[in-house]
């Protein structure tokens, strides 16, 4: 019996793999050591036998809550991805797993390696209206790509997109896979209007780095980038500095920042109500978004999400505040679970890849139709 993680966004330490009803793992740290919550590894020679693998660090996690009422997956090909029995008593985590398989990898969610996110660069490219342009180099030497997709043209609208800015929710870039199908789909009357009336800015990854380390919120500095937006460094932050860079020479009338979210069971949006030029029309777009998106996904719902902020109360080194605020545009978050969607539950799967590309091809039909509003 063998475990590791010495691959593409693996992290796992072994302190015990003497019998499989007894296995002890711990969560690496992300660089800088302030947050840890993503695992990945394999386990190689446990076909057919009852294994206990018991992550002991659990209870010091970023986000505790995300491990209550939560299944780990699980693959035996890494391309298919299904739910374990998994328990959490507040200090551990404990996966109970019985492998059909010689090797099988396990994971906090279905991992975007960078070969995924090569793969989807270079696969849109196929498309001629696609055109892809390194900002910057990362800190570990990886290029920050955006790939541009429509011609800028007097009257059209610009709609930015980035996603995973924190490594470890990679169902944003699953999200991203299924919206940039949908959008280059030649054959459908919605994505080819809305490229008609926009150009689309899409970083698909913000944090590559991150993401090939096995991290879960922070680039190779050791940098929440989502804390980076009012003054990020060249050195320490780049790949925020460049984008946000690329962005003041495009103007921006629509962000959208895709994320995951650790607790909440749903998928939501979050947008600027804290910002101090908050007011009635920026109201108005967001509510109009949000209602038309849960009207075209069920996946998509406005009950449950973050607790709203307070007048004045934002946090400009986010995001969506930011973007908000310098653009005077709709800037808002999508956040996806890792668990289940609770108003739509797949036990076997739970929360997937195939899920979030779904949400991501039904944004599409959000975007077309919130352009009158924008």
């Not at 386990?43 to 659990?58: F, K, P, Q, W, Y």
Request: charged share 25%; net charge negative.
């Amino acid at each position: 019996m063998y475990i590791h993680s010495s691959f593409d966004s693996g992290n796992i330490e072994v302190l015990e793999a003497d019998s499989p009803d007894g296995i002890r793992l711990k969560i690496r740290p992300d660089a800088g050591g302030e947050h840890m919550q993503w695992f990945y590894y394999q386990l190689s020679g446990a076909r057919d036998v009852h294994c206990t693998m018991t992550i002991e660090n659990a209870g010091d996690v970023s986000y505790v809550d995300g491990f209550d009422n939560y299944q780990a997956v699980a693959s035996t090909d890494r391309l298919h991805w299904f739910r374990v029995p998994t328990e959490f008593d507040g200090k551990h985590l404990t996966i109970r797993h019985k492998p059909s398989s010689d090797s099988i990898y396990y994971a906090y969610f279905a991992p975007y390696p960078q070969y995924e996110h090569d793969q989807l660069i270079v696969s849109a490219l196929v498309d001629e209206r696609v055109r892809a342009e390194v900002l910057c180099s990362t800190p570990d030497g990886r290029p920050h790509t955006l790939l541009r997709i429509g011609e800028p043209d007097t009257g059209r609208k610009q709609i930015w997109v980035i996603a995973r800015q924190h490594p470890g929710e990679t169902m944003a870039e699953w999200w991203v896979e299924g919206f940039l199908e949908r959008l280059l789909d030649r054959e459908d009357p919605v994505s080819v209007h809305l490229l008609e009336q926009a150009v689309i800015y899409l970083v698909p990854c913000m944090c590559l780095d991150g993401a090939v380390r096995g991290h879960l919120r922070c680039n190779a500095r050791g940098r929440n980038l989502n804390r980076e937006w009012a003054d990020p460094s060249r050195e320490d932050s780049p790949e925020v500095y460049y984008t946000r860079e690329r962005m003041e020479a495009t103007g921006v009338d629509l962000a959208f920042d895709v994320h995951g979210d650790e607790a909440l069971p749903y998928n939501f949006i979050a947008g600027a109500e804290g910002t101090p030029s908050w007011n009635e029309r920026k109201q108005h777009q967001l509510d109009t978004f949000k209602h038309l998106l849960a009207g075209i996904s069920p996946d998509f719902q406005i009950e449950h999400g973050y607790e709203l902020d307070s007048p004045n109360s934002s946090d400009l080194k986010k995001n969506t505040d930011w973007m908000a605020e310098t653009f005077d545009c709709l800037a808002m978050t999508l956040e996806m679970p890792f668990k289940d969607n609770a108003d739509s539950p797949m036990p076997a799967i739970g929360w997937s890849p195939d899920r979030c590309k779904h949400l991501g091809a039904a944004c599409v039909d959000a975007f077309w139709r919130i352009l009158p509003e924008l």
